[in-house]
């Protein structure tokens, strides 16, 4: 292995093949359940020195593992003794035309660094999640990051026009095209974007911008229950033409545990209501987005119409809007403070399901008239992009045992499957949802998916062990 | 061969193995350049029986090529003594759930019974082009079909959610999710959509639908020049928080050819101007869409002083609206007239290419200088959808002959690839651009797309000899 070292110093410098305690960093994940022990963390400058890196890996037969932000909590970059490849210095911004819309970025940009270069052109990269200020483009897109404005924009996917990959033989797929159509064969991109590194490492993209919202309306709204906020999404839709970017779900325990946590951060009602929905509305069109003669922006007079007539018929209980720029963050923090205050309490047992979008209720009933049998003194706690029927559940356990562990997500998995759902929303599958992967999806898809891991990386170089059971 | 049509026969009834002159329908393509000689059409009924049909295919070593509405023009669909498998009995809306805005329906439905049935919950499934009342699902998702909304919706692809699909093998891959939000393992049904029936024969699908614009304004735009078109484009945007759903360029050459053709449809304008731009914008939010206090619609306004800017700054000559519905369909019927003028005249050399949007001018401008040596007397026929920088670039040569008609195409390709853009934009591969796939494709991708190709049909029973070189 000494060899392999020295080859790869040889490539990319020897200050950036790391080992020892210079790894930690990467070895340490966001999760806190897992910790990887690689023979080294390499960093490879250029697009030429990745493809050096991975051929000369395969020769060595030493598994190669991407990482970039390291912000993934369902150890999707662990390796015992494979060689992590940092894109970290991958990470110019190559071009960005904000007539055309589109920005060329390699897979270490920073996903603030990337929206902080479009808002100067007045445009928008709509992906937007809590650890923004770390994850970068090339994790993103090898987990294909939702967050909370896939609702209006789509997840990573739907963003990334173009894409640059080295493959599992070294060679560079280049499939950088800004088209907005392009049927000139197969469309590649979509099997490298989602595929959490293992059939290639995702180097570069052409991403779509969008024109930032010149207003937002934004406000936190009070239910007895679940039941009626569908009716709410659609009517906020209907009347605004579509423009709802964020429709977020806490109910009562989720603001009882950040009342504990982050008690600086506050609550948007002086009483806890056992629904909390925040929404957010975002216009570009001066029509909507700019004060009228007397005063008023209409985007925010269709929302407070709308949460208006909602209250009138007794379907919300009540609603407190954002009149400053100030009071917007405020209520975003409370909602990005999501990770932390799971993470507060241990034993902790996370979920990132999705459902159809009129299930999220019966789910929610069903799995709490369970839960009893399986451990009577557990608690529950969610955070949803409720738009996306995406919930983040989480069972905090009396017991910490994996036993206890399986148990609980076997019931959750079993209420989510009845109901058309997933196991796997946003985060993606890594290790953590490998053993679902085998429970819950389609044998014949999992068929499909190994004969196209062998056929892009005969040799299981590329995160082996990772997605498929 | 008797005994695999008498087997077939068993499978779906002998009333729907068709040979001999029953044939002619689908084997006599849309663009009149193709006709094939299958075997036999076997028309199954359900997706057990495509499933039986394409193992007894797979036994019997006969080529399955699907076909659906028989709309392409790129020869997708031919086969010399392969057996066609018709879906267009696969005809079943399975659902269609409007509160959740998606539609299950199955490959045989032709595009316009689904945008029937949206509109009857006020809902509209956004994809639109002239063949639409013969095009069938299955058709455009295995060609990723794109058209007039693509702008604002996206392609095909953008619009499926779930999809079912018979493999090589015969086994049936069901990816009939509904969620928004579903990373367990790679995307599969990615690969099939624009696969063109390489890959699998797709059996059904789950699509989204949007809410249905309530007002359009929809208007022709007279320019003495292409080039300020983008900025155009990019000002009605602006204007209208992206509500723009067409974008179309009809130069001087198209009009008079239509003209010629179709005098009965009549002309934007009393001269022929050398640009004219059709735009139409949608809008659903009633501040948007509903007549004000003083009558007027707000957006009708927005577009008309957006034009009435431009013309004052001299960069559009002339503008017409359509105030009534009836104005409206006379100007998309000039502009679905396309198909029909371009094959009106013969010889003709049509293309279908994409390029960045800010690319479109010079593209035309080299190709123009260009031509005279190729073919002095060659004219040429543009229609546009410019928003997606996708044209459908025509040439009418004085020589009709195969190397002539490979000179001119070698001579548009060298120019698109010059400027970043693709030979293929929305029509697919098929037979017709298989060359330009050698020619102009990344090799590393070719191979890649050879790899999958080989994975997941190792026979190569499933449309053999499309797409790839």
Known sequence: MQDFLAELAGIVGAAHVLTGADVERFAKDASGHY???????????????????????????????PISGNTGIVGGTMTEGGLMLSVERLNRIRELRPGARVAVVEAGVVLDRLHEAAAAHDLYFPLWFGARGSAMIGGVLSTNAGGSNVLRYGSTRALCLGLEVVLADGRVLNLMSELHKDNSGYDLKQMFIGAEGTLGVITAAVMKLVPAPRAHATACIAMDRLGPALELLNRCQKASGGLVEAFEFMPDTYMRQLRKVRPDLGLP???????????????????????????????????????????????????????????????????????????????AIDTDIAMPLDAVETFLARFHDRLPAIDAGAETFTVAHLGDGNLHFTVFPTDGSPEMHDRVVEAIEDVVQDLRGTFSAEHGVGLSKKNSMARRKDPVALDVMRAVKTALDPTNLMNPGKIIP
Chains 1, 2 share one sequence.
Do not use: K, N
């Not at 963390?41 to 890996?57: K, L, M």
């Not at 216009?283 to 209250?311: K, N, R, Y």
């Open 35 to 65: 910790h990887a022990a690689p023979l080294a963390v390499v960093r490879p400058g250029s697009v030429a020195e990745v493809s050096a890196v991975v051929t000369a890996a395969g020769r060595a037969g030493v598994p190669v593992v």
């Open 269 to 347: 009602f002086e009483t806890i209501p056992p629904v909390t929905i925040m929404i957010e509305l975002g216009a570009t069109a001066p029509a909507l987005a700019e004060a009228g003669p007397d005063g008023s922006v209409a985007l925010a007079t269709i929302l407070e119409d709308a949460l208006g007539e909602m209250l009138e018929a007794g379907l919300i209980t009540d609603a407190v809007f954002a009149r400053t720029e100030a009071q917007r963050r405020a209520m975003w923090a409370r909602r990005e403070a999501a990770a932390e205050i799971t993470y507060a309490r241990m034993p």
